[in-house]
């Protein structure tokens, strides 16, 4: 019985796609209905073998219905629906309970209430004369009605377990109930769309006709509920919708008895949405550095990333970075701040494990200090983040100080953070700070120097940013702490205590001596190797005079807060080197390493989420390993042999990213942190899988950028020595998948890219140089195939549904890896809108060009299925 109900859910994907081939079916329905009007009376026993017109059920194998109810022939449509007593419909305001009055009325035996069908906005699919010529409107829109009430309840927010929620939030299954179902007779049906009726009506008065014909259409009584909410509660969360300022609370199952352990990222970095939201919506204080470059800003971000409930980034600079978080897409999924503290969180992770706070870094920042706090919870944190930000001190001030207009941004952190905005004022002797300065202009560090007008323009540098440091002092007021290097380094407890009370959390005794192991037993003094004259000292004394914080340090009220926080269950929320050697242990045991290749970029983007969406793959897109290989040959990661779990991380951090924030993103830095661009159509979502999350072991991680390979691989002339880097840094088998498209529609691709929109393209030149480029990709992608011979397996991804199975079923046994039938089930969703699409059909061709590339086509065995004429 399982089976044959998952078998008929398969094609229940979304609302939408539903309700079109409901349509399709039914006119096609509706038109035989025609031909013969007596058919009415005609039982039409099963669509399984529809010779057999008898009676006698003894003969007929079991019929394969949709579940619900919903029927399967027209004798059981119409017996059905002409038994409907009432049409409802619901009016109101959006954010009014609607979609709770809706779930309780459809879980009722005899009551079908599907949501959110908006029967006012598609009234003009029931004004087509052929259906109305057939008599069929009535049961066509019950019908789809039904079919969305019991899509509904099979995968949508009504579903026992839901795999689409409306709102990302909320389900309303009813336990027990007949949600999507009903039992014997429907006596009701209608639509619960009553904030979207209301405003359609409000904005489009003229649509008021459309109540009187559904009523003269259903030929039932047509009533109304009018769901109403306190009008204060309604407004208001229209304004904190508008805004993105609402909570956020996810509804996720609780029992975990059959799934493996997931498999995070080290660092406690959130893998699931309602991880990320749960995660992020408990910080309490957002943090900011301000100060002076060469002020030991970046020692005391270190101190305080190694606080169990504080993660701060080195080096993001949001100022500079905030455009990314102004994109209208972000702002209106309500991600910016959660895609902001993930970089945040990245960063900071990506720091204590590669970078200048590992405990083996293979990058510095300045090439000399490491700023590791042994055994602390640097990257990482302990149940809870109370505090987050990024240590960016004197280029937060300086950015501030040559572009003024910023400072709207910090207004704008504010309000999308939506908690206190704090600031830590990091300051060194000025003397010292703009020695500094100089000698590094110079290149000077060991030696004396003298330069006087260098040190007159780091003088005024210097109080210009003072200037800046002072108008944030006056604005935010005691949100502003100062902290002077020195007593850092002379009084670390008392220092570290007084940042402690102004972020509002504990330090213990542990914490305190933790940091108290990597302070400097004195700060640098660097002014006596810089020459300073008497009218540049005291021009600078002069200046110092007029801040407060410049002349003397304020006294400090010093309390200590005992620690009493304790886990709170985010994933693997451990200190960060027991999850490195859990991560690294199941990195050594991965089996082998998948890189795709190809000419199209849209087969590699299905290809590539059809993989990762398998709990044992990680296969992010457009990474591109041959790109940012460089990266990986860093003398210090080498000697570290770090090389492949860093590669690793890489992947599994980007594949876990995508799956969170749905779209794809750029290619990586040293330490990379995503833009968010565009809207995420190009994210391929496989409902319900375990794409970016793994469950149990990763048996296969790879790079899904197949076009861009094999472009790279067409670059270097058909040097294939980086792939054997890869191969011996890995340790394991490099495996291609060779991703097989028509060639006539990937050069159609590249002629159509800059194209209007449904208009043929004629363009013999830019054919031309099309099909120049795709023979070369073709000439390369056979090389290859030739080289790793049996470790290439080539694949086509666009065929009917069968053949997508066989080729799943290929793609498992080539790679090793067991594929259940859900997961066969589940992928055939990515290819529904895709199958069809013919770019070619998009291009007036040239008979000569034509014959030229079926001819070059025939040097290939692997294209031997494909000609113009084609339907693949």
């Known amino acids: 019985m399982r089976l044959r109900l998952a078998s008929c859910f398969n094609y229940q994907l979304t609302s939408v796609l539903f309700a079109g081939i409901t349509i399709i079916f039914m006119a096609a329905k509706y038109y035989f209905l025609s031909q013969d009007q007596n058919s009415r009376s005609e039982e039409i026993v099963t669509i399984v073998q529809p010779r057999l017109k008898s009676?006698?059920?003894?003969?007929?194998?079991?019929?394969?219905?949709?579940?619900?109810?919903?029927?399967?022939?027209?004798?059981?449509?119409?017996?059905?629906?002409?038994?409907?007593?009432?049409?409802?419909?619901?009016?109101?305001?959006?954010?009014?309970?609607h979609s709770l009055v809706g779930a309780l009325l459809d879980a009722h035996p005899q009551i079908i209430i599907p949501h959110e069908y908006h029967i006012v906005d598609k009234w003009d699919i029931y004004r087509d004369d052929a259906l109305k010529t057939s008599g069929m409107q009535k049961y066509l829109l019950f019908y789809n009605l039904q079919s969305m009430s019991t899509w509904q309840a099979t995968f949508g927010a009504r579903a026992k377990e839901p795999t689409f929620l409306d709102d990302g939030i909320n389900s309303y299954n009813v336990p027990g109930g007949w949600q999507g179902s009903f039992d014997g007779k429907i006596k009701v049906i209608g639509d619960k769309k009553g904030g979207g009726t209301t405003m359609e009506l409000t904005e489009k008065p003229e649509k008021f006709v459309i109540l009187r014909e559904i009523n003269e259409t259903v030929g039932i009584p047509l009533k109304f509920l009018h769901v109403i909410r306190n009008p204060f509660d309604v407004i208001s969360t229209w304004v904190l919708r508008l805004h993105n300022a609402r909570l956020r609370v996810v509804n996720e199952s609780n029992d975990k008895t059959y799934l493996p352990e997931a498999m995070c990222i080290p660092g406690g970095l959130p893998s699931t949405r309602g991880e990320l939201f749960k995660l992020y919506d408990g910080v309490e204080t957002f943090l900011m550095f301000i100060g002076y470059p060469r002020s030991s800003h970046s020692l005391v971000g270190a101190l305080l990333d190694a606080h169990p409930q504080i993660i701060i980034s080195n080096e993001y600079h949001i100022v500079n970075k905030w455009d990314i978080y102004r994109d209208d897409a972000l702002k209106s999924f309500g991600m910016q701040k959660y895609l902001l503290f993930y970089n945040l969180q990245s960063v900071s992770t990506w720091q204590a494990t590669f970078g200048a706070r590992a405990k083996e870094p293979a990058f510095l920042d300045d090439g000399i200090n490491s700023y590791n706090v042994p055994g602390a919870w640097q990257g990482s944190f302990d149940g809870k983040i109370k505090v987050i930000g990024d240590k960016r001190g004197g280029g937060t001030t300086l950015e501030l100080t040559e572009k003024p207009e910023k400072f709207v941004i910090l207004r704008e952190i504010n309000e999308t953070v939506g908690i206190p905005l704090k600031f830590l004022h990091v300051i060194r002797n000025p003397f010292d700070v703009i020695s500094t300065w100089v000698l590094r202009l110079h290149n000077a560090r060991l030696r004396v120097i003298n330069k006087p007008k260098s040190l007159d323009g780091a003088v005024k540098s210097f109080f210009e940013m003072v200037e800046t440091n002072e108008r944030i002092i006056q604005q935010y007021?005691?949100?502003?702490?100062?902290?002077?290097?020195?007593?850092?380094?002379?009084?670390?407890?008392?220092?570290?205590?007084?940042?402690?009370?102004?972020?509002?959390?504990?330090?213990?005794?542990?914490?305190?001596?933790?940091?108290?192991?990597?302070?400097?037993?004195?700060?640098?003094?660097?002014r006596k190797v810089v020459v300073w004259s008497e009218n540049q000292k005291e021009r600078v004394q002069n200046e110092m005079l007029k801040y407060s914080y410049l002349r003397t340090v304020p006294a400090l009220f010093l309390v200590n807060i005992n620690s009493a926080q304790g886990k709170d269950g985010y994933c693997n929320s451990e200190k960060l080197p027991e999850g490195l050697t859990k991560i690294y242990n199941m990195y050594d045991e991965v089996k082998t390493f998948l890189i795709l290749i190809g000419s199209s970029r849209n087969a590699d983007k299905l290809t590539g989420a059809m993989l990762d969406a398998h709990p044992e793959i990680l296969l992010p897109q457009k990474y591109d390993i041959i790109g940012n290989w460089k990266m990986f040959q860093e003398p210090r990661l080498q000697e570290l042999a770090k090389q492949k779990y860093m590669l690793f991380y890489h992947l599994h951090?980007?594949?876990?990213?995508?799956?969170?924030?749905?779209?794809?993103?750029?290619?990586?830095?040293?330490?990379?942190?995503?833009?968010?661009?565009?809207?995420?159509?190009?994210?391929?979502?496989?409902?319900?899988?375990?794409?970016?999350?793994?469950?149990?072991?990763?048996?296969?991680?790879?790079?899904?950028?197949?076009?861009?390979?094999?472009?790279?691989?067409?670059?270097?002339?058909?040097?294939?020595?980086?792939?054997?880097?890869?191969?011996?840094?890995?340790?394991?088998?490099?495996?291609?998948?060779?991703?097989?498209t028509n060639p006539f529609d990937d050069i159609a691709s590249i002629v159509t890219k800059q194209s209007q929109q449904g208009k043929k393209v004629n363009d013999s030149n830019a054919v031309n140089q099309a099909m120049s480029?795709?023979?070369?990709?073709?000439?390369?992608?056979?090389?290859?195939?030739?080289?790793?011979?049996?470790?290439?397996?080539?694949?086509?991804?666009?065929?009917?549904?069968?053949?997508?199975?066989?080729?799943?079923?290929?793609?498992?046994?080539?790679?090793?890896?067991?594929?259940?039938?859900?997961?066969?089930?589940?992928?055939?969703?990515?290819?529904?809108?895709?199958?069809t699409s013919r770019p070619r059909d998009q291009v007036e061709w040239r008979e000569e060009d034509k014959n030229l590339i079926e001819n070059y086509m025939e040097k290939f065995d692997f294209l031997q299925p494909f000609s113009f004429d084609s339907s693949y």
């Open 55 to 97: 009676n006698d059920k003894r003969y007929l194998p079991e019929a394969i219905c949709i579940p619900g109810g919903l029927p399967s022939t027209r004798g059981e449509l119409f017996k059905l629906y002409d038994g409907v007593e009432t049409f409802l419909m619901f009016i109101g305001y959006p954010r009014s309970s």
């Open 477 to 526: 007021g005691d949100a502003v702490l100062n902290i002077m290097s020195q007593e850092l380094m002379s009084k670390p407890r008392d220092t570290m205590l007084q940042i402690c009370v102004f972020l509002a959390v504990s330090c213990d005794d542990a914490y305190l001596a933790q940091t108290e192991k990597i302070l400097f037993a004195k700060p640098s003094v660097t």
């Open 653 to 740: 951090h980007l594949s876990s990213y995508q799956s969170l924030f749905r779209h794809t993103a750029p290619t990586p830095r040293k330490f990379w942190l995503w833009t968010f661009k565009g809207s995420g159509v190009n994210y391929n979502i496989v409902p319900g899988a375990s794409q970016g999350t793994i469950r149990g072991k990763i048996k296969v991680i790879g790079d899904s950028s197949g076009l861009v390979t094999s472009t790279k691989l067409l670059t270097n002339k058909g040097n294939f020595s980086v792939l054997r880097e890869v191969e011996a840094v890995v340790k394991i088998p490099l495996k291609f998948i060779h991703v097989i």
């Open 773 to 835: 480029h795709i023979f070369a990709l073709l000439d390369i992608n056979d090389k290859l195939r030739q080289i790793y011979g049996e470790r290439v397996l080539d694949v086509f991804i666009y065929d009917s549904v069968p053949k997508q199975r066989e080729t799943l079923r290929k793609i498992c046994t080539f790679l090793e890896i067991y594929c259940e039938d859900s997961f066969s089930s589940g992928i055939e969703t990515l290819f529904a809108d895709d199958i």
